[in-house]
């Protein structure tokens, strides 16, 4: 995998825009960095836009199966050459890592069964109830989500859940950190929204060779708006 990082320039009126709409921002890369590529050659694309460390220029971090190539992206899209380095990960069980993830937590509702979806059931209006995704607010909620993501891709995040006066408090190693709401800015879906949220904290490993492949694939959902990619480092 490739991990590039590109420092985007704001003075530049379609940057401005683009930051403001993540769908946009995701075209843009796809389109120009790997634009020889077919979408099965592509594979998954995973970016996130963060800010520098005092908070003024806005850095687009990609994770990419392919190399890219990012002198293709519009003039005066950045204000310095473009950072891409490449990056394997060979963990063992055990290995704790600090993380920084951007997510969209969801849960969805009203879905059919899956005996029902093969059973070809549909609604009265003909069409197949896919069920709805509801943003999860509470950071109760959001860490759950979380250690449930966890448990399917990996790793796990050290901490208990604890008890006091009959309410469940969270004791992890993870900052939550709501960011709001974030419109899609896809054509066609201008009323879209997704509900961002940004942990930060400690994980260990629990199983590397799904570990992997969840990094690679991103968690959660809205991969295409800028939510999915897991930063990874070594614990200080």
């Keep these: 995998m490739f991990l590039s990082k590109l420092c985007l320039n704001l003075r530049d009126p379609e940057v401005r825009r683009q930051v403001g709409q993540p769908y946009e921002m995701h075209r843009t890369l796809c389109s120009s960095g790997f634009r020889h590529l077919n979408k099965e050659e592509l594979g998954r694309v995973l970016f996130r836009i963060d800010t520098d460390p005092r908070g003024l220029t806005p850095i687009v971090l990609v994770q990419s199966e392919r190399f890219p190539d990012w002198y293709a992206l ?32 969801t849960k969805k509702v009203g879905s059919l069964t899956k005996t029902d979806r093969l059973a070809g059931m549909r609604e009265r209006d003909g069409n197949k109830k896919n069920g709805q995704r509801l943003a999860l607010l509470r950071e109760e909620e959001q860490i759950a989500w979380l250690l449930h993501k966890g448990t399917e891709g990996g790793f796990t995040i050290p901490g208990r859940w604890e008890e006091s006066n009959g309410c469940r408090l969270t004791n992890f190693r993870v900052e939550v950190i709501p960011e709001g709401w974030v419109r899609c800015g896809k054509n066609g879906h201008s009323d879209g929204r997704f509900y961002a949220v940004r942990f930060e904290g400690v994980l260990e490993v629990t199983d590397p060779e799904c570990f992997q492949e969840t990094v690679a694939n991103g968690i959660g959902s809205a991969k295409g708006f800028g939510f999915g990619l897991m930063s990874l480092a070594r614990p200080a």
């Design 74 to 105: 519009p003039p005066h899209f950045l204000i310095e050459p473009p950072q891409c380095k490449q990056f394997d990960i060979a963990l063992l069980t055990g290995t704790a890592l600090r993380f920084r993830l951007r997510a969209n937590p």
